[in-house]
């Protein structure tokens, strides 16, 4: 990928619409590390610390993938950010994924959402199969050059969070209100039309619905937006000493990144303009099952070509 970062390929990008500043599942990641970014200007810089020091041992990554400078450098930068099921001692799926692209010299980023049933090339697996397979085939590093390789992009960085510290996050800080928009029912819960309260184990059922919803997996990550919405703006709104002493326990206990403490800091600063002005990407595609009975989601190649193209020209410096 060192090839490719020298070389960004400007393909023909879709027009998308400017300044959409939604939150997903990127914010229970993202937006917390943002969180201790910016409180460690205040307080608490090493115990901060030490936590950071717990999600960098716990990665797995390579050297070469732990030893980035690419938020150091204030360059353009993508992170994968992971929404991880796991059970016990497996392995696990990643259940969302991901891709953050945030330019500091344009202030400007792009953030978007790959279906967890695309098919494409596992790198380093030979084979196609599910993209959230790359996870549980070989963890944080497949999936990076997995996603590099759908995309065309290098990525520099990824975090992680397991639905474990998704539910803690949310009971945390006292449950999250959303507005839901029909009636269904998913794991053991009901959810009915109109605003509804969500604790820990709700909101991930209800962010989990995907089959009966009329816009599949589409559905369900905006149903993830918003819970993650809410959950942002509950926590800026009623933040103490005591809730962030606890949040930096969720994610030490729950959350991996190649990060560095300080590189967290400097996205929380430098980056925060670009962060804000975000273009939010789909990438369209159809559905169904293959000769073998399994269910994938077949990217349109016009769309990804756009895709391709539009985070391509947001890496350029």
């Not at 380093?124 to 996870?135: C, F, L, P, R």
């Not at 949310?170 to 109109?194: C, I, M, Q, R």
Request: no cysteine.
């Amino acid at each position: 990928m060192e090839e490719q970062k020298k070389k960004r390929v400007k393909k023909r990008r879709r027009k998308y619409s400017p300044a959409k500043r939604i939150a997903s599942i990127a914010g229970i990641v993202i937006g917390l590390f943002l969180l201790i970014g910016v409180g460690a200007a205040f307080y608490l810089y090493n115990q901060l610390d030490s936590t950071v020091d717990r999600l960098n041992e716990s990665t797995g990554l390579s050297a070469e993938r732990m030893n980035v400078q690419t938020i150091s450098d204030k360059q353009p930068v993508s992170v994968l950010l992971l929404g991880v099921d796991r059970r016990a001692d497996e392995q696990g799926r990643s259940d969302s994924i991901i891709v953050m692209t945030l330019n500091p010299n344009q202030d400007k980023s792009a953030m978007l959402s790959i279906p967890r049933d695309t098919k494409t090339e596992i790198v380093g697996k030979g084979v196609e199969d599910k993209v959230n397979h790359a996870y549980a085939f070989g963890g944080a590093e497949m999936a990076l050059e997995t996603v590099e390789n759908l995309l065309g992009i290098p990525i520099d960085y990824v975090a992680e969070v397991d639905m474990k510290g998704f539910q803690d996050t949310v009971d945390l800080l006292g449950g999250v209100n959303v507005t839901n928009k029909f009636a269904f029912t998913s794991g053991d819960y009901s959810f009915e039309p109109g605003t509804i309260t969500l604790k820990g184990p709700q909101a991930l059922a209800y962010t989990r619905m995907r089959y009966d919803d009329p816009s599949g997996d589409f559905g369900r990550q905006e149903r993830q937006r918003d819970v993650i919405t809410a959950l942002v703006n509950k926590g800026k709104d009623d933040f103490s000493i005591a809730k962030f002493n606890n949040m930096l326990d969720v994610l030490g206990n729950n959350a991996k990144t190649n990060m560095t403490f300080k590189e967290i800091r400097t996205l929380s600063t430098d980056y925060m303009d670009a962060f804000k002005n975000q273009d939010v990407l789909r990438l369209e595609g159809t559905g169904g099952k293959a000769g073998d009975g399994i269910y994938y989601w077949n990217p349109d190649a016009a769309s990804l070509a756009d895709v391709q193209g539009y985070l391509s020209e947001l890496m350029e410096q």
